[in-house]
């Protein structure tokens, strides 16, 4: 399984945009990026996945570096409810739902 | 079109008694996944479930601990002779089909205190 680095933690203004990256340089080539979030004391929600194409959805972007190797989720006008911890998970898919999280980055929105 | 739904949401047991935790898939959702957060730790996968049927339980713990998908009815995960260190917060997340681009839909969890 590709090991993932993500910073400890990031602050962000709200109503900027929030960019969390991630380094997956172990990546292999039929493994998808997934992004999960998990608020405080709540279950961890899906936000977007990607295998090579940048991906776009209603909650954010995902960017891939061309060698795959690193991404980056944004949050293009952060509010106070998106406060929380963004994991960074690659995956195969194929709903093994054998995610592996790691430590993932706790974003603090600030008013 | 409701959630994963996960009862009770709290849940008190002494050393040594029985914990049974429930989860209902989202509708249409044949497959279940049951995870643990212990406190300030990350979530570790426990099992994978099919309608009665365990597909992968890599994650369990080898001794009290058992999980199954009836069915009809919810999943339950049931913790035996329950002690301390099983204090953590058990999520159950659910997809519909098997398949690549699978997303995963977790409920809000139930956490277990053992006194």
């Known amino acids: 399984d590709a090991k993932t680095t993500q910073p400890t933690s990031m602050d962000c203004a709200e109503g900027r945009a929030a960019n969390l990256p991630c380094n997956h340089s172990t990546i292999s080539g039929n493994e998808y990026v997934y992004w999960y979030r998990q608020i405080h004391s709540q279950g961890p929600q899906y936000i977007i996945h990607g295998l090579k194409n940048n991906e776009t959805n209603e909650m954010a972007s995902l960017i891939i570096t061309e060698d795959r190797k690193s991404s980056t989720l944004i949050l293009p006008h952060a509010t106070l409810r998106d406060t929380a911890v963004y994991y960074c998970?690659?995956?195969?898919?194929?709903?093994?739902?054998?995610?592996?999280f790691g430590k993932g980055t706790k974003l603090s929105v600030k008013p | 079109n409701a959630g994963v739904m996960q009862n009770p949401r709290h849940l008190v047991r002494r050393r040594g008694q029985e914990a049974r935790l429930r989860c209902s898939p989202m509708k249409g959702h044949s497959h279940v996944y049951w995870y643990r957060q212990l406190p300030e730790e990350g979530l570790k996968f426990m099992v994978y479930?099919?309608?009665?049927?365990?597909?992968?339980e890599s994650g369990m713990p080898k001794e009290r601990f058992s999980a199954e998908f009836p069915k009809e009815g919810p999943s339950i995960l049931r913790i035996q002779q329950v002690v301390r260190g099983d204090s953590a917060a058990y999520f159950c997340a659910s997809s519909p089909t098997r398949s690549t681009n699978e997303k995963l839909f977790f409920g809000s969890g139930t956490q277990l205190s053992v006194l």
């Open positions: 998970i690659p995956n195969y898919g194929g709903s093994q739902g054998n995610l592996i």
């Open positions: 479930l099919q309608k009665e049927n365990i597909i992968d």
